[in-house]
């Protein structure tokens, strides 16, 4: 009897908080960040530097492997400032990287997000649609820059037909984004789970927290939206804040003590 609560009290499983969390989080990543401002500036430069690397056709599917495990190293950073007030190293980002399950939850959840974008393409917008596309796209770059009114009504229809392709593109990104990066991988260096696991619990947890999650996806957007009014300044200013929402999210949702290690 005492070995089956054992193993019932070591069950990982998400906790379910208040909706109105999602203010909780960014207070709490407001006050990381506070404790060692330039450093988090300096790891969160090379968080941002790979993934603008992900853009890049080749290049990018790297970046996607690679992120997993920054962004787990990332979390236990400030876990470990959380808990004893240890400051953030840049060299710690890449203690995880190259670890074979990291780089395996990477091109997982990178193969998911791809197929699933396919399948809203093939669904959302139609074959005559794509050709209109690429044809005003075509257009646009032979034709003189002033065109009639009529041109221009025509071309912004034919953008707003690829609207719910955008926007459910946009969610599906936020979705890989908080299952992969924000739940599943610190979960891996935590508990030294394996990847399948992990993103089954990051779904778990993103279901059981949605409405947190939108509300706080929703202040981050208009965090950015404001910093944006000084242009790359301001972006690179609230970049560690947006990044440490991980941390505020991960603690919360997941309070057990990390086993990870970092070197």
């Not at 959840?109 to 917008?125: E, H, I, K, R, Y």
């Not at 560690?240 to 290690?261: D, E, M, Y």
Request: charged share 10%; hydrophobic share 60%; with cysteine.
């Amino acid at each position: 009897m005492h070995d089956q609560d054992l193993i019932i009290d070591n069950l990982i499983e998400p906790r379910r908080v208040p909706a109105l969390s999602g203010f909780v989080w960014l207070r709490d990543a407001f006050a990381l960040y506070r404790g060692a401002p330039l450093a988090w500036l300096g790891c969160s430069l090379i968080v941002m530097v790979l993934l603008s690397l992900s853009i890049i056709p080749v290049i990018g599917l790297a970046a996607y492997a690679l992120a997993p495990g920054v962004l787990a190293a990332y979390v236990l950073m400030g876990l470990r400032q959380q808990e004893s007030g240890q400051k953030p190293q840049i060299a710690q980002l890449f203690s995880l990287v190259f670890q074979g399950r990291f780089l395996r939850l990477g091109l997982l959840t990178t193969l998911f997000t791809l197929l699933l974008s396919q399948l809203l393409l093939a669904v959302l917008v139609s074959d005559v649609q794509l050709e209109q596309l690429n044809r005003m796209f075509a257009e646009f770059g032979t034709a003189p820059l002033a065109t009639s009114p009529e041109q221009s009504e025509q071309a912004l229809k034919q953008l707003a037909a690829f609207m719910p392709f955008v926007l459910a593109s946009f969610a599906l990104m936020i979705v890989n984004w908080l299952v992969c990066c924000t739940f599943a991988a610190p979960l891996m260096a935590c508990q030294q789970l394996r990847a399948v696991e992990s993103i089954r619990l990051g779904f778990s947890a993103l279901w059981c927290n949605l409405p947190a999650l939108v509300l706080l996806v929703l202040c981050q957007f208009v965090v950015l939206l404001l910093a944006s009014m000084l242009w790359l300044f301001g972006v690179i200013l609230v970049t560690p804040l947006l990044l440490l929402c991980n941390t505020a999210i991960f603690a919360r949702v997941f309070p057990h003590k990390p086993h990870g290690v970092l070197a």
